[in-house]
């Protein structure tokens, strides 16, 4: 799957885990930050679309430095998917 | 520090007769004074005209108490840019001699509190009441068992305070209970205090405004409360008291010195019966708490008076905690499963403040192979935490559920490594995540971060509680576990789950409900 197209993919599945507010979804861009300054979802947010993420494409996101960065925004986690599908 | 950074403020109240002698004194001294005037109605108001504008002044329309003038100072140098107030009273039992030495030891150390020590047995003192005296060493003794720190003179108003917001903050005295309270919560966020001899005089005359009864019962409950406020910091239970400011670094060993001795000479049994008294009277004296408890056993229709038990049983669950301080194995034994419940990893456990959900992880470590992370709101105690770590041979460990960051993902990383997760639900405070269900026939907010954690991940769903039978040093606590809900459900109808069994267990054995917000 292209980047461009699991990013759509990864936006879609936000949507449908968070129940971010109407006008909120259509600002949603590949680098919004998920959290401050951004989408500002909290902790039980992310745990929402981490399972969800694991479910549809296997990849296991951690709380450590890398998880961290791997959840900055949605081309970010589009990136740790291809990285981890390039490695299984 | 500049010494036109220091402010030196003297609080008074119907003083006029000292009141010009310790301003020209001070004047002498240092160019930077503030006279507070708590309300007076004598010669004050014309006393201080006559200076003019050699000294600044701020004026309580009504007397309002030394604690009261001593903070309007405070706001007054803090305002004004000071970065440190020395006050002084305005009675002239203290010596304006003394200031140079205050002044040299604040530009030293501008972060310390400084205290000067009062000789009250030299010939100078002139006449010293005995109850002053009595007054100081109780005081003191206070002062240490509430901080494990001996000073020498915790009653002396001749001191020097930095201009720091942190000690200030959620102190709750109006009187001279304020002076102690501040030295108390001062040590608690690790300030220095230092302490430097000075003389003192008392005239055979001397105005004071010290209520032997009024303030001695207000320094009998403010100690009482800070007594208390740190053992449960000690045994971290601190969620207890509706306070803005905690024991925050408190050095276990430091902190509770006087329990930790009464430990060890006699261990449980001892300390049963010496922390009874502090804590029953407690119960008469922190109105909120007691409300709630009536409260609560009003909508049980029982007597309210029964809350008693519950303070009761609570007095002897901190000192059972105590004993996890002190490594002792037998709490370990003592903590028995009621139920032969099977326990499978990676399971969410959730309590309330009901029994002790400490002794609960205790309890959980005996009854399978399985690894335990109980989640807390707070930050508490962490020599108390690896105590529990070290005496469960790493099988329980206790983790910040903190507002920030990936919390809940930490709480899955737990679940993915096979450990149970333990939350307590009944708490809301720094949680964002909440839900209202009725609870014991009034609408109350629950936590809705593990049963969201549940019905996210699918982890089982169990309830938890550790209650104690008996009031003896060696009655056992019995371990409750319960399974809840499949976790197919969504998080309201777990959180609604979980508040059905909390009540049936609190209505089943109302004693050891702890929540007394």
């Known amino acids: 799957m292209r980047h461009q197209e699991l990013c759509q993919d990864i936006k879609s599945l936000l949507l449908s885990v968070t129940n971010l507010p109407a006008n909120e979804q259509k600002e949603i861009d590949n680098h919004t930050p998920l959290f401050k300054g951004g989408l500002g979802l909290d902790s039980i947010d992310v745990l929402e679309l981490v399972v969800s993420l694991e479910k549809r494409y296997g990849v296991k996101i951690r709380n450590d430095e890398k998880g961290q960065q791997a959840l900055a925004n949605v081309a970010s986690i589009a990136d740790e998917i291809l990285h981890h599908q390039r490695h299984t | ?517």
């Not at chain 2, 959980?364 to 105590?387: D, E, T």
């Open chain 2, 1 to 517: 520090m500049l010494p036109s950074e220091i402010l030196v403020a003297i609080p008074t109240y119907n003083n006029a007769k000292t009141l010009a002698h310790v301003i020209v004194g001070v004047l002498q001294k240092h160019n930077h004074v503030l006279v507070i005037d708590d309300g007076c109605t004598d010669e004050t108001t014309a006393i201080l005209l006559t200076f003019d504008k050699q000294i600044q002044i701020v004026r309580h329309e009504k007397n309002q108490g030394k604690g009261a003038a001593l903070y309007s100072g405070f706001l007054h140098a803090k305002k004004h840019g000071y970065r440190s107030i020395i006050t002084i009273d305005a009675d002239a039992q203290h010596q304006p001699q003394d200031l140079p030495l205050f002044i040299e030891k604040v530009i030293a150390r501008p972060d310390a509190l400084v205290i000067g020590v009062r000789d009250m047995q030299s010939q100078q003192a002139g006449f010293v009441p005995k109850s002053s005296l009595f007054g100081r060493a109780f005081s003191n003794f206070w002062v240490f068992a509430e901080t494990g720190r001996l000073l020498k003179d915790t009653q002396s108003g001749f001191r020097a305070y930095p201009v720091v917001e942190a000690i200030y903050q959620g102190l709750s005295q109006k009187s001279y209970a304020y002076e102690i309270e501040i030295i108390v919560h001062a040590l608690w966020q690790n300030c220095s205090i230092l302490e430097i001899p000075i003389q003192v005089y008392y005239p055979k005359n001397r105005i004071s405004h010290f209520d032997p009864w009024q303030d001695n019962l207000k320094l009998t409950k403010l100690h009482t409360r800070l007594f208390l406020m740190n053992f449960c910091s000690i045994v971290s239970f601190g969620n207890l008291f509706r306070t803005k400011v905690r024991p925050l670094a408190i050095n276990e060993k430091k902190g509770a010195a006087l329990l930790h001795f009464f430990f060890a000479l006699g261990g449980t049994r001892l300390c049963y019966l010496l922390a009874i008294f502090p804590l029953g009277f407690f119960y008469f004296v922190d109105h909120q708490s007691r409300r709630a408890m009536s409260s609560f056993y009003k909508r049980l229709h029982i007597a309210p008076s029964r809350g008693f038990r519950n303070f009761f049983y609570f007095a002897l669950s901190l000192i059972d905690r105590l004993a996890i301080c002190h490594d002792q194995r037998t709490i370990k034994q003592r903590v028995t499963c009621a139920r032969n419940t099977q326990l499978v990893s990676g399971s969410i456990l959730v309590g309330g403040h009901y029994g002790d959900w400490l002794l609960c992880g205790l309890g959980l470590s005996k009854i399978a192979s399985v690894k335990i992370a109980l989640f807390v709101n707070q930050k508490i105690n962490p020599q108390m935490m690896q105590r529990l770590t070290d005496l469960t041979q790493d099988q329980v460990k206790v983790v910040f559920l903190g507002d920030e960051g990936n919390n809940a993902l930490l709480a899955k990383d737990y679940l993915d490594q096979g450990y149970c997760l333990g939350f307590m639900a009944d708490r809301v405070e720094g949680i964002a995540r909440k839900i209202t269900i009725p609870f014991l026939g009034q609408e109350k907010d629950f936590s809705l971060i593990p049963f969201k954690i549940a019905a996210i991940t699918g982890a089982p769903l169990f309830f938890f509680s550790c209650k104690k039978a008996g009031f003896m040093p060696s009655s056992p606590y019995l371990l409750a576990i319960k399974p809840l809900l499949a976790s197919e459900h969504e998080a309201k109808s777990l959180a609604h789950c979980y508040v059905k069994e909390l009540e049936s267990t609190v209505r089943a054995d109302p004693r050891h409900w702890f929540n007394f917000v």
